[in-house]
């Protein structure tokens, strides 16, 4: 089964809006990332935060972690039309595996 | 430097063929990983290595073989390929982990395999 999940599945919000993903898993954690792919393409490694961090910012994202929900949120401010990709989130549990959840699609209409 | 290369970019199989997908990279890495990605599914863990000579089973290994004789390369083996491996492989590398661990994953460009 799948360790973490995503939620919206698909997004769609007009340039300039904010963009928030939400990312859900079952079982403890050492850190969770997030990773971006563009289509057709493979994916590229946007941020991450560790198990005793709450708050993680980088540019115009914005990550939040909730280990008693186990949960994270990434925010997108000021969204751009190049902002359109599929966004993972990808847990740790031990330090040789990566689990990804099922990504959410974001549509960043001009 | 090139990062991450798989090698072909695309195949089609007939069922009961066999093929292998070369992952190479140059950044001197110890771990190596293989995923498959399907619609819906994100992406699964086939095969990973930590280390030369070392391989070890992820979420989704049966009908795959890996290899990894060498430390910049991590083989992925199809024996005898199937429709349901009908998908998008990629190879991810990274850096063992270390006292500013950051466990980020270097993506390869992805194999678009069909199996018919």
């Known amino acids: 089964s799948q360790q973490g999940e995503e939620d919206p599945q698909a997004l769609s919000i007009q340039e300039g809006e904010n963009a928030t993903m939400n990312c859900s898993y079952k079982?403890?954690?050492?850190?969770l990332q997030w990773y971006r792919q563009n289509s057709g393409r493979g994916l590229v490694h946007l941020i991450l935060?560790?198990?005793?961090?709450r708050e993680k910012h980088s540019g115009r994202l914005r990550v939040t972690l909730d280990t008693s929900k186990k949960s994270s949120s990434l925010l997108i401010t000021a969204s751009r039309a190049a902002d359109t990709a599929s966004y993972f989130c990808?847990?740790?549990?031990?330090?040789?595996?990566?689990?990804f959840g099922p990504g959410t699609s974001l549509s960043v209409i001009p | 430097n090139a990062g991450v290369t798989q090698t072909p970019k695309f195949r089609v199989l007939k069922t009961g063929q066999s093929m292998t997908l070369l992952c190479a990279q140059d950044?001197?890495?110890?771990?190596m990983y293989w995923y498959r990605q399907d619609p819906g599914m994100g992406l699964r863990l086939i095969h990973y290595?930590?280390?030369?000579?070392?391989?070890a089973k992820g979420e989704v290994p049966d009908g795959y073989n890996v290899s990894r004789l060498k430390k910049q390369n991590f083989l992925l083996g199809l024996e005898s390929a199937a429709p349901s491996q009908t998908s998008v492989y990629f190879c991810?590398?990274?850096?063992?982990?270390?006292?500013?661990?950051?466990?980020?994953?270097?993506f390869g460009p992805g194999t678009r395999l069909t199996v018919t």
């Open positions: 991810a590398s990274r850096k063992k982990r270390d006292l500013v661990a950051t466990y980020e994953q270097y």
């Open positions: 079982t403890s954690i050492n850190n």
């Open positions: 935060i560790r198990s005793n961090e």
């Open positions: 990808a847990t740790v549990t031990s330090y040789d595996k990566v689990i």
């Open positions: 950044m001197n890495h110890e771990y």
């Open positions: 290595s930590v280390g030369e000579g070392t391989t």
